[in-house]
């Protein structure tokens, strides 16, 4: 079955450079999560999409935004990065449309790593 | 406002041995309850999920937990751990309009041979 598939694994990049990752959800699926998770740390939630309307947002810097595009990818774009922004990125995407409880499921993460 | 609570930040273990870690939360509306394992340098693996019905969960790899409403709990337990069970174990709390997840800090089973 497909997953959710997140682009690209690993990313290294220099302090005050941008990034952007990438996010593919599973078919048919019309919600997705970012999360952020520091090292020793748990997953935090930054922003999440439905039909690709913002549908939340938590501890989500100003510095980063998303987006969710038509056909359901999502991308969260970073700048001006700051060595406290290196951690794993999560992806997570689900099915909640008519739904009163659902299951999200997580892509393998991005590692970026800034330097 | 939702809040999940692992207390335990360590969990050390000899193999074959039973284990339960411990996770309580918060909520204030209809509560969904999920555990997932993470493994070192990977993503975060679903264990098992508690939505409605029967209070005792059975997930993958032979853990269960079970669901206390009196006492707020949702435990991860496993009768005979093995060392491939060595990974960061979260329990989370889902709810609200857009199902987000929270987060605890996680617990770390550290099996032993």
């Known amino acids: 079955a497909a997953g959710v598939i997140q682009s690209p694994r690993h990313l290294i990049k220099e302090k005050r450079e941008t990034a952007t990752l990438k996010c593919y959800p599973i078919p048919r699926h019309d919600t997705v999560y970012w999360y952020q998770q520091g090292p020793g740390q748990d997953p935090q939630f930054l922003i999440s999409f439905y039909e690709k309307m913002q549908s939340d947002k938590g501890s989500i810097p100003d510095r980063f935004s998303a987006q969710q595009f038509s056909d359901y990818h999502s991308e969260l774009n970073m700048s001006s990065l700051e060595l406290g922004d290196s951690a794993l990125y999560f992806c997570a995407s689900s099915l909640v449309r008519g739904r009163r409880n659902t299951e999200a499921f997580f892509g393998q993460g991005t590692r970026l790593t800034v330097v | 406002a939702q809040s999940v609570t692992q207390l335990d930040s360590q969990v050390p273990v000899f193999e074959e041995a039973p284990v339960e870690l411990r996770c309580n939360y918060s909520s204030s509306v209809s509560v969904y309850l999920f555990w997932y394992v993470q493994y070192p340098n990977q993503g975060l693996q679903l264990l098992l999920k508690?939505?409605?019905?029967?209070?005792l969960v059975k997930g993958i790899n032979g853990f269960e937990a079970e669901f206390n409403k009196s006492q707020t709990s949702f435990h991860l337990r496993k009768p005979s751990v093995h060392i491939s069970d060595t990974a960061e174990y979260f329990c989370?709390?889902?709810?609200?309009?857009?199902?987000?997840?929270?987060f605890g800090t996680g617990t770390l089973l550290a099996v032993q041979p």
């Open positions: 508690y939505l409605s019905g029967s209070t």
């Open positions: 989370a709390v889902a709810g609200g309009a857009t199902n987000k997840l929270i």
